[in-house]
C-alpha cells in the first residue's frame, strides 16, 4: 500500500488529509523522556564546549522556575546542573538511592516476618 501512496494510486480526500496533517504535527511534538533527556545532555554538553559556567546556567535556569530570585531556586538549578553532569560521567545516584531503599525495606519486612524467641521460665 505504501508504495502505491508514494506512486500516487491512492488518492487523499480532504479531510484524510487535515487528519494526517494533525497526526503529523501531534506525533512531531510529543517528546519522550528519552528525547528530553537526550536535549538537556546535549545541552550540558553544548554549555560546557562554549565555556557557559555553572554559575551562568544555573542563573539562567532560575528564570524558567517558581520564585526565581531565591535562594533555593538557584540551588535547585544548580544541583540540577551538579546532578546531569554526575550522570554524564557515569554515575547512577537515583538507581543507587532506590536500591538501597528497597534494600532496607527488604531487610525491615523480613524482621517483622521473624517471630522473637521467648524463654519461657528463664530470669534473662
Given at each position: 500500500m505504501l508504495t502505491h501512496i508514494l506512486q500516487g494510486q491512492i488518492k487523499f480526500t480532504g479531510e484524510q488529509m487535515l487528519q494526517d496533517r494533525v497526526l503529523t504535527k501531534l506525533t512531531k511534538s510529543c517528546e519522550t523522556q528519552q528525547t528530553r533527556a537526550r536535549k538537556e545532555f546535549k545541552?550540558?554538553?553544548?554549555?560546557e564546549v562554549n565555556n557557559i559556567s555553572e554559575k551562568e546556567l544555573a542563573a539562567e535556569m532560575t528564570?524558567?522556575?517558581d520564585n526565581p530570585n531565591s535562594a533555593s531556586t538557584l540551588i535547585?538549578?544548580?544541583t540540577s546542573i551538579l546532578y546531569m553532569k554526575a550522570v554524564k560521567n557515569g554515575s547512577?545516584?537515583?538507581?543507587?538511592?532506590?536500591n538501597r531503599c528497597l534494600k532496607k525495606k527488604k531487610t525491615v519486612n523480613e524482621d517483622k516476618n521473624t517471630l522473637p524467641l521467648l524463654c519461657i521460665g528463664s530470669d534473662e
Amino acid at each position: 500500500m505504501l508504495t502505491h501512496i508514494l506512486q500516487g494510486q491512492i488518492k487523499f480526500t480532504g479531510e484524510q488529509m487535515l487528519q494526517d496533517r494533525v497526526l503529523t504535527k501531534l506525533t512531531k511534538s510529543c517528546e519522550t523522556q528519552q528525547t528530553r533527556a537526550r536535549k538537556e545532555f546535549k545541552s550540558l554538553a553544548r554549555a560546557e564546549v562554549n565555556n557557559i559556567s555553572e554559575k551562568e546556567l544555573a542563573a539562567e535556569m532560575t528564570k524558567d522556575m517558581d520564585n526565581p530570585n531565591s535562594a533555593s531556586t538557584l540551588i535547585q538549578a544548580a544541583t540540577s546542573i551538579l546532578y546531569m553532569k554526575a550522570v554524564k560521567n557515569g554515575s547512577t545516584p537515583m538507581t543507587d538511592a532506590v536500591n538501597r531503599c528497597l534494600k532496607k525495606k527488604k531487610t525491615v519486612n523480613e524482621d517483622k516476618n521473624t517471630l522473637p524467641l521467648l524463654c519461657i521460665g528463664s530470669d534473662e
